[in-house]
């Protein structure tokens, strides 16, 4: 048997500029087992969820993804909703829609400029990065904030979208549009990621359902899944649309998948910005007196797939319980099987290929201070923690 | 009518049946049938595994498995409550790869035993947590409040 290599991606991975470590163990090129360990950033946000009331949580829940932050909300809202047997108005219903198709296009944008940046193709990601601009401007129109936009609350949403916003908001879906078509093509039809991305980091249908991932990876998988569908909630059975499937499995799909879903949002927003103008200005809420007591469970279709929140209530103000599944906890584990037998130039592409959001699969870890006993961790510390594995790892070797 | 397949596949197994509305059903079961009624959600009828969601209540410790049948929009929980001493239940790995993360964080969390399970070391803190110190288990009063 020839030796094995470790390879270490991280404890900060090197492009994506987040705490996970891979540890691939390679033969030669080829990768023969990986394993991953978390653990570098504590944030214990679901304890925290216990101490706060729920209006704040939705605050908290907001920071889990820097990239996503209305998924998160979007699921707890449903599942606090469900208990509450609260039904919120049409209008905060195209609203909450409106801002998670923004979204989902601005994080599409990310990863394809991302995906660019790791198949060496930087004019890609400069082209995707430069067209998420206006659309995160859009949000800083609508809500005050590029990110973290704090539009939810239980009964609605906290800003109204009033009718004189629309015309800006259609000026830029329009430009995004135009600037899809080009990088469509661009992506689509060009040689060499054809070559780099077309038969590599292949999931099966089968891989699919055995780790449950979710969203594109999933869809490109050809398993038809989009709880935005399945269990409808906001203003998505009031519009039409399509959910975009391929069936190779490979990172070429998921590219796909996530570039053609960029216009089914396009054409969402517009449909949603339709309804706005029917609806009366200014009704974007509805009183919610209390959470009785009971469960909920809230599930919504964040860019990276189903974000799943349990809620248990206890009939006080904060929740007895609040469980947190993000799409990339049941995608990251795709690993195992997506890059054993790759070589290690393909494992880092699809490593990348489920779009892996490390903040939101990213739990608890608690460090001891080596000289005061304290648990925790400074930014220093975190370095040279980081370091020092490094180097064990390398005399493990 | 995936649930009266399931309800009379299972008709000693399910020991209560809530139902929320049509697409949110709760079925509280034996924790010894979870194996078998998981494999056959999973296997026969398609359900596809979404999470699980442990609770630390003083009825002991409560586990959630959240299922979704996605054709119809449906989220079965199957709930089962261990005791409050030894809680165990038997692992759902070996069945899929889907559990594998959660019953470890589950066991790290809660320190609830997951009978089976390929390799129930730390998923989170990697020994950075004392060994049988749980941080969300809860302490209870003796008229069953929680303590902060």
Known sequence: MSKQTLIPVGPYHPLQEEPELFKLYCEGEIVKDVKWETGYNHRGIEKLAEKKSYEEVFFLVERICGICSTSHPFAFANSVEEIAEVEITDRAKYIRSIIGELER??????????????????????????????????????????????????????????????????????????????????????????????????????????????????????????????????????????????EAGDVFAKAQVRLLEMYESISIIEQCLAGLRKEKEGEIDVKVKYIPEGYGTGHAEAPRGEVFHFVLSDGSNSPARHKIRAPSYTNIATFKKSCVGQSISDATISLAAVDPCYCCTERLAVALDQHSGRRIMNAKEIISHSASITKQLLKQE | MVLNELKTSFPDEILESTARSERRVTLRID??????????????????????????????????????????????????????????????????????????????????????????????????????????????????????
Do not use: C
């Not at chain 2, 924790?31 to 442990?54: Q, V």
């Not at chain 2, 239940?89 to 069945?95: G, K, P």
């Not at chain 2, 070391?121 to 209870?140: H, V």
């Open chain 1, 105 to 246: 296009i601005h994080s599409h944008l990310l990863w394809v400029g991302l995906a660019g940046h790791f198949l060496g193709y930087n004019t890609v990601f400069m082209w995707a990065w430069k067209y998420r601009e206006p659309v995160l401007d859009l949000f800083e129109m609508i809500s005050g904030n590029r990110n973290s936009y704090a539009m939810f609350k239980v009964g609605g949403v906290r800003r109204d979208i009033q009718n004189h916003k629309i015309p800006a908001i259609e000026e830029v879906l329009s430009l995004v549009k135009k600037k899809t078509d080009m990088l469509v093509g661009a992506v689509m039809d060009d040689p060499v990621i054809h070559a780099r991305t077309k038969g590599v980091g292949i999931l099966s249908r089968q891989d699919i359902l055995d780790f449950a991932a979710v969203g594109p990876t999933a869809r490109a998988s050809g398993v038809d899944i989009d709880v935005r569908r399945d269990d409808p909630y906001a203003a998505y059975p009031l519009v039409n649309w399509k959910v975009i499937t391929a």
């Open chain 2, 31 to 148: 924790p010894a049938a979870l194996l078998s009624m998981a494999e056959h959600l999973f296997k026969k009828l398609g359900f596809r595994f979404i999470i699980a969601s442990a609770v630390h209540t003083k009825r002991g410790f409560e586990i959630y498995y959240h299922f979704s049948y996605d054709s119809t929009g449906l989220v079965l929980n199957l709930h089962v409550i261990l005791n409050q001493e030894h809680p165990a239940i038997e692992s759902l790995s070996n069945m899929f790869e889907a559990t594998n993360w959660i019953e470890r964080e589950m066991h790290e969390l809660f320190g609830i035993n997951f009978i089976n399970h390929p390799n129930l070391e730390q998923l989170l803190s990697e020994g950075n947590w004392a060994i049988g110190e749980y941080p969300y288990r809860k302490k209870f009063k003796s008229n069953g409040e929680a303590q902060a």
